[in-house]
């Protein structure tokens, strides 16, 4: 596979609540999931559904916009992306950083 086509997915942090969407469909309804690991291309997630008391369990888990995400041969593992509170503050650490980068310019 050419490396140079491959989307990134998004960073996130070990600990951070995501969304898993089974078969890796995003028609799906998302069921939160906690990451427990972070490898370079994938995920490893603990799922909450409301109809289970213990956790789903799944490893190397794609991004939705990641190349194979769904595919027959990775759609056991489904699919995660960013909550919408997760969307939110990403938008608001980049208005930090500019705001960052603007104070530190030198004023003429």
Known sequence: M???NRTVP???ELGEIVLWYEDGDPGQRPLPALVT???NQT???NIF??????MRVRDGVLHLSQEGCG????R????????PQGRRLRALVEVVRELE????????
């Open 2 to 4: 050419n490396e140079t």
């Open 76 to 83: 056991e593992g489904g699919g995660w992306d960013l909550t």
């Open 43 to 45: 995920l490893n997630l």
């Open 49 to 54: 559904s409301p109809e289970l008391q213990n």
């Open 71 to 74: 595919s027959k041969y990775n």
């Open 10 to 12: 998004p960073p996130v």
């Open 37 to 39: 690991a972070v490898g």
């Open 101 to 108: 980068a603007e104070a530190c310019e030198p004023r003429r």
